[in-house]
């Protein structure tokens, strides 16, 4: 059972209500064993942990993700799990909502036995053995707390990292609360646990969550603007597949595929660097092989320097460095190499998909499926598709996607895909905020107290400014032929702000030279400090400018950068690069920290208010005509003016023939 239905939630709940239902199992007289076939998550374990015993199948999984939903188990969970498992392990599953295998649920104590028969036939069985067996030692509720001497200790470091970690979010407070009060009496507990849940059953926070849940699958519905989806195109079967350029991102998708039971051909064309990955990947994979306790194949995988073995595979991904000249030279040697029907699959951020797929004899097989580093962790994968794509690569992707366990988000090709097109505005407002008298800590504590996992300088600093000062010069922004503007930079008309090409000629690349926008403790180095020759520098370049100084509050920090990112969003939209407004919270939310308590930054916009947002930047467009980002976009001016529509009904505003595609 995976619980209540989510469904429900946003109206009023129907049937008996769980908890008396749950109580009267608990008090019955006759003995009540809950048999565990797959799932038993939620109100599911809820009521599992009311019977007087639980037998598992060894497939099961056991949860209670109520967390992730913006809620607290609220069937009893929070004060019968601390009494059946002990405070630390239950506090563990309840705020972090993950669930447990049946092997580890027996280890905990959740259930009794573990079969791998039919769980149901084994209950029986095992209710007649009990059927003289007094109940009262069975009854979870009736159980003194098991308080450990230093509980006060667990749950304040329970509650601190709840906090930390939240950004923001209530649920996962509210869960220790919750479980805090499983030191009370039962009775008492429960009406903690029962308060705790009416605070947070209605909040926007647990509907932004809910509308989180539900848009990270209404993904996997993906369509095209031709109108290919996924219920009129066929997956192919990728019975092998190839991973070419081993770098960082190649390691990482060569892992994934592994994980995912996939032959794998990992392919490098120097041998020291081959050697590297293979000592990488090999250890990622023990590592993996130890957590998930999975028999895994390490055979799976075949490193060799050799294009011969790409014969017999039925997709490639290339992950080489992100240079288009060499990616095409690439592709045009695959398209030689490959057998005709394999996939060529790239892995780029930035690069034009298009321009890939044209050096090929077979531009109908060629998409991005751009992954998110590590490429082993991040959930995201952006599958990149042409005009020439075919819906059939296409639901190979998305498909390969699911099987390597991503969230997989078919957007159409254009510079910098979704993620990283609506970045692009979010980064330059920063940029011009520190011209105009911000820090680079000032605008990071902003955006991190708004909830997301990383400010943009602490990002810059981690992802490598040269990452971003490559895009700009290859964009012709920035370089040794371009002209530098006199007073404030322009370039191609529009402001510009040379800041980071500056940062950047300096040797400051980020934490892999100790000092970027932030000074490290050495090369390499993670603990971002303040640095005052960033500060220097800010003050002179100000000077030579003769920009005057101002103080900018975080309101609108928030506001330049993330009302620019979602206009851009509004703008990606009109272009239908993706069908639905929820992709892009769904890219948002998986993809760049953004706080899922929110549901994403479109979602975001409709609880601010599509009118507040247009307002903001009409006053910030007034006040700097030079930014084209902050130019309002023409479906959220749409939008406001048909009054607000909600979010799902978005799309039906877009002018007919509007589509780039
Ligand atoms: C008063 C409150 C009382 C009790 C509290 C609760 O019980 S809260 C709910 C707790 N349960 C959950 O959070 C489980 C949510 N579901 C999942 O984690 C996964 O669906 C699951 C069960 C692990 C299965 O994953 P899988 O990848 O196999 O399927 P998928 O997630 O794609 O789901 C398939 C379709 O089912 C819909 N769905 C799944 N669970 C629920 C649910 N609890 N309520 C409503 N709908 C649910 C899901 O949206 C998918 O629908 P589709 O139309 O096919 O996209």
Known sequence: MSGADIREFSRPMTGPALVPLIDAIEAGEKPVVAAIEGMALGGGLELALGCHYRIAHSKAQLGLPEVTLGLIPAAGGTQRLPRLIGFPAALDMIITGRRVSAGDALKLGIVDQVTERNAGEVAVAFARSVVDCPLVSRRLSTWPPLCPADLDNILQMALARAWQRGRGALAPVACVQAVQAARLPYSQGMQQEQKLMSMLFASPQARALQYCFFSQRAVGKW??????CWDNSTA???????VIGLGTMGRGIAVCLVLAGIPVIAMETDEKQLEAARRVVMALLEKEVQKLAVGLHLGLIHFTLEQRYLREVDLVIEA???????KKQLFAELSSVCHPDTLLCTNTSQLDVDQLATATSRPDLVVGMHFFAPANKIKLLEVVFTSRSSPEAVATAMQLGKWLGKVSVAVANCPGFVGNRMLRPYVEQAGFLLEEGATPEQVDSALEHFGLAMGVFRM????????????????????????????LQTQQGYRYSPLAD?????GRLGQ????????YEGPGGHMARPDPWVHAFLEEYRRVHGLQPRSIGQQEVLERCLFALINE?????EDRIVMDPVALDVIYVLGYGWPAHTGGPMYYAGEVGLPRVLGRLEYYQRVHPDIPHLRPSALLRQLVAKGSPPIHKWMWHIEEGSSRL
């Open 512 to 519: 892999k030279t100790g000092c970027g926008w932030y000074l």
């Open 223 to 228: 369509s095209m603007p031709n109108g290919a």
């Open 236 to 242: 192919r079967p990728i019975r092998k597949a190839a």
């Open 502 to 506: 500056l940062i950047c000629q300096k």
């Open 460 to 487: 810059s600093d981690l992802s490598g400014l040269d990452v971003g000062w490559r895009v700009r010069k290859a964009a012709g922004l920035t370089g040794p032929g371009v002209p530098q503007g006199q007073l």
């Open 569 to 573: 969003g509004f703008r990606v939209l």
């Open 320 to 326: 080489v460095f992100e240079d288009l000249a060499l």
